[in-house]
């Protein structure tokens, strides 16, 4: 996976990009990335990127000309065209799902804006989709880029030591982890649950079944309606919706 990441505040990444995991990712060649200061591609001396909106209005307006002239300097014609992320409240919520599906390109081109935000040339001509990670406003799309890498490279064969820790995680099967738990068994007197001491498998199996779909229930019961349930998963909630009552 190679990330093309167009940003005015290159320096928010080095942090990023330098913390284990992505960094253990580039050594293994596994992802590549590129920041690019798009102030690098403006058009006069004093390398404006922004300007005052049109119509008037608070704030700057990031001008069009940096963003397509770094675009046609990234992509090749001849090459098939990757994905130009817009971050923006504005944009497709972020999910797991949308991870895997963004994890399936090869390359990837991050747009990060600041101020009022972008010429809309930028969002109609530039960016192939918006993305947002969620419903508040930041100063700048660089944590939302941050997100997407650290998201997509994670789901990336050997990015994680463990090839089976992505595929466990809350969402991989649209309910939400179970406890964990590690040593000791015992701390200030708060017990670790009973049955993951005591080697059963197919009991433990079935307990981390039932708390996944019993914190699901709790804490996002609307991730019930896109899930594939057992029968004995329905059983399970039943007795939940029963005990509330209670
Ligand atoms: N939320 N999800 C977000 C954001 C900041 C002004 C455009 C978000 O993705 N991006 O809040 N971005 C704004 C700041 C320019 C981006």
């Not at 058009?43 to 608070?58: A, L, Q, S």
């Not at 002239?69 to 999910?95: C, H």
């Not at 799902?97 to 994890?103: H, R, T």
Request: overall charge negative; some cysteine; proline content about 6%.
């Amino acid at each position: 996976m190679r990330f093309d990441v167009l940003t005015l505040f290159p320096d928010m990444f080095t942090g990023f990009i330098q913390n284990s995991m992505i960094q253990k990712a580039h050594e293994k060649g596994l992802i590549e990335t590129r920041i690019i200061n798009f102030r690098d591609y403006a058009f006069n001396k004093h390398r404006t990127v922004d300007d005052i909106p049109y119509g008037g209005g608070d704030g700057m307006v990031l001008k069009p000309e940096p963003f397509f002239e770094a675009i046609d300097d990234l992509i090749d014609p001849n090459e098939e065209k990757p994905p130009v992320l817009l971050m923006s409240p504005q944009g497709e919520r972020l999910t797991q799902q949308k991870v895997n599906q963004l994890a399936t390109h090869s390359r990837l081109i991050l747009l990060c804006g600041h101020y009022a935000g972008f010429d809309e040339r930028i969002h109609q001509y530039v960016a192939t989709e918006e993305i947002s990670i969620g419903d508040y406003v930041l100063t700048g799309g660089e944590l939302p880029a941050m997100i997407i890498m650290d998201s997509v490279s994670r789901q990336i064969p050997g990015v994680l030591g463990n090839t089976l820790s992505a595929q466990n995680d809350s969402f991989a099967d649209g309910l939400l982890e179970y406890p964990q738990y590690t040593r000791p068994a015992e701390y200030r007197g708060y017990q670790v649950p009973e049955v993951l001491l005591s080697g059963h498998h197919l009991r433990i199996e079935k307990w981390r079944r039932q708390e996944s779909l019993r914190r699901t229930w709790e804490r996002r019961p609307e991730l019930l309606d896109k899930v594939t349930l057992t029968e004995e998963d329905r059983i399970f909630l039943r007795q939940l919706e029963d005990q509330q009552g209670e």
